[in-house]
């Protein structure tokens, strides 16, 4: 499985974002996108099942939302009201569901999001 992931970059707080990854291969059972803040450690952000169910970290639910565009290959994680603590390097994932729960197997490179007036 091959992942790459785009659309990273400055943006001001309040506003809005959208993440592409485009990947290649067998996904598995589910697709997501983690996020890694500066000093902190890797955190789930969102995750979509081959079948659509979604799961949300609770600090994003309500502003975020994943989606996947089967025929272009491509998972995306639209992001609104974007605040400096959604400040990350974001990595698409690719990876195994186990009841309700996700274990991602494969990691893109990553794009960085900053969220900084």
């Known amino acids: 499985v091959q992942l790459q992931a785009f659309g990273g970059g400055l943006v001001r707080p309040g506003t809005t974002r959208r993440l592409a990854c485009v990947y290649s291969?067998?996904?598995?059972?589910?697709m997501g996108w983690y996020r890694q803040a500066p000093g902190k450690e890797r955190e789930l952000v969102a995750t979509?099942?081959?079948?659509?169910?979604?799961n949300y970290a609770d600090s994003v639910k309500g502003r975020f939302a994943i989606s996947r565009e089967r025929a272009k290959n491509t998972m995306y994680l639209q992001m609104s009201s974007l605040k400096p603590e959604d400040t990350g390097i974001y990595y698409c994932?690719?990876?195994?569901?186990?009841?309700?729960?996700?274990?991602?197997?494969?990691w893109g490179q990553g794009t960085e999001v900053t969220v900084s007036s």
């Open positions: 994932t690719a990876g195994y569901r186990r009841d309700g729960s996700d274990y991602p197997s494969y």
């Open positions: 979509i099942s081959n079948s659509g169910s979604t």
């Open positions: 291969g067998n996904v598995l059972d589910s």
